[in-house]
């Protein structure tokens, strides 16, 4: 005969059992109930997020639409023109003041004579030689004459050097010439007694000098284009013969009224530097040389290409 079954025992068992389990389920209902929470706060906070970007961005379409409003006004209307007008009242400004930094450059560069040069001259004359014109134009002086020997000139010209006249030593040429050069034959002759009074050797000199020693360098920056338009003065500096000049201010690029402009092209003294010098002088951000004689350097510039705008991260 079988044993029987405990049913106490198989009684507390299923109690257990439905314990546990509604232990389970109560435990998954409360994670249900977080995360179902946790769900409406997320939804919340990005509601939250949507409504502050949307009245945040109301508010600068407000803004925008009010600046739109005051730039269509009769206030703003005529400003396109004015500014147009403006820019051309700058650049006949700006040629204006080109003219009288000209003018400026004109005046500095021209030399002025020492008074005591002509009775230097005079004195420095030796007795068998005789000029015949002599011609100072401020920075040169150049002279024509004739003498019986043929280094009469040469210390003549010493005898200036001694005074200071001449910077450097000047071109000196002497050539042997014909005594009928000077004057008629006859006149060679004392008619009375028949004697000659003419000597054997006759020499024509001429000289040529510098008389200062300074230099000017002018610098003028230019739009480039058809017709002239300069966007600065004209700016002169004066440098000794032979010293080196250098300029490193505003040379490849240039900025006037707000805008900004690249070197294209430099002339001096009307003659167009090379693209292998100009690109060095780019290169280098300096405009150098020696100042050997007065140089007009002219600088052309275009506008500078506008950069596009970095683009900004969204706030």
């Known amino acids: 005969m079988a044993s029987g079954i405990n049913k106490k025992l198989l009684a507390k068992t299923d109690m257990n059992f439905f314990r546990e389990f509604t232990a389970n389920a109560a435990r998954a209902a409360r994670m249900l109930g977080y995360a179902m929470a946790l769900g409406i706060l997320v939804v919340i906070i990005v509601l939250g997020l949507i409504g502050a970007f949307a009245v945040r961005n109301f508010m600068k379409q407000q803004e925008i639409d009010q600046i739109n409003a005051e730039l269509a006004g009769p206030e703003y209307a005529g400003l396109e023109e004015k500014a147009r007008q403006l820019q051309e009242e700058l650049k ?30 005079a004195k420095s004359i030796p007795s068998d030689s005789y000029v015949t014109d002599y011609q100072i134009d401020g920075s040169t002086m150049k002279m024509n004459g004739y003498s019986f020997t043929y280094y009469s000139p040469v210390d003549m010209v010493n005898m200036l050097q001694a005074s200071k006249v001449f910077t450097s030593r000047p071109i000196i040429t002497v050539k042997r010439i014909d005594s009928t050069e000077i004057a008629k034959p006859e006149e060679f002759y004392n008619i009375k007694t028949g004697d000659v009074i003419a000597l054997n050797n006759y020499y024509s000199f001429k000289i040529d000098g510098t008389l200062v020693s300074k230099v000017y360098i002018s610098i003028g920056r230019f739009l480039n284009g058809a017709t002239l338009s300069s966007l600065t003065g004209v700016e002169t500096t004066e440098y000794t013969a032979g010293a080196e000049y250098s300029y490193t201010e505003g040379i490849d690029t240039f900025t006037a009224g707000g805008v900004t402009y690249n070197l294209v092209k430099i002339t001096v003294n009307g003659t167009d530097v090379d693209a292998e010098s100009l690109a060095n002088i780019r290169a280098a951000h300096a405009l150098s040389g020696t100042a050997k004689a007065n140089a007009e350097i002219n600088l052309y510039y275009e506008v500078a290409a506008a950069q596009p705008a970095a683009s900004q991260p969204a706030a």
């Open 92 to 121: 006949a400004k700006n040629n204006y003041y080109y003219a009288l930094t000209t003018m400026r450059t004109n005046v500095d560069r021209t030399a002025t004579v020492p008074l005591e040069i002509p009775g230097i001259l």
